[in-house]
């Protein structure tokens, strides 16, 4: 436990039965309402959003394209890490989404959301979903820069 006093006599402040409500990795674009939507919920005090985008340079390097490659099994790793993340915070409702694909400057990449009862589970919880999705999900970057070089991240 983390120390501050919880009063769990409301239903609303566990988590829901059912919480990961939207899963997937697409080859078009993403959409943050599509995501904000799928984390709807009345017992919600608190939903954080992250949003990934593709930036214009890479420690230094200006960045001139980039693609996204997915491994067969990176939907059932991403369902792996939401499950792990609703096992350890009271998740309401949870959605990730990956980009996959040759994507452009100022494309979303990604766009993860989770609610909760209140705000700094939700910020905590979101925050676990990000940073598990892009250290344990096989989705790989591939960056073409402007002086000609590549690299590949996460591969």
Same mark, same amino acid.
């Given at each position: ?45 608190? +939903?954080?959003?992250?949003?990934? +985008? ?18 067969? +099994? ?82």
């Amino acid at each position: 436990m983390d120390g501050m006093a919880h009063s769990y006599d409301h239903p609303g402040e566990l988590a829901a039965a059912n919480p990961i409500r939207l899963l997937a990795v697409r080859d078009r674009p993403l959409s943050v309402d599509e995501v904000f939507g799928a984390v709807g919920d009345a017992a919600a005090g608190g +939903t954080a959003l992250f949003v990934g +985008t593709v930036r214009n340079h890479d420690g230094g390097a200006e960045v001139g394209a980039l693609g996204y490659s997915a491994h067969p +099994t990176a939907e059932a790793e991403l369902r792996r890490v939401a499950e792990k993340v609703v096992a350890d915070f009271p998740v309401r409702a949870l959605a990730a989404v990956h980009r996959v694909g040759d994507l452009v400057i100022g494309d979303l990449a990604v766009v993860v959301a989770v609610s909760c009862p209140h705000r700094a589970e939700a910020f905590a919880a979101c925050r676990r979903l990000i940073d598990d999705l892009k250290r344990e999900v096989p989705i790989w970057k591939h960056q073409s820069f402007a002086d000609g070089t590549e690299e590949w991240v996460g591969a």
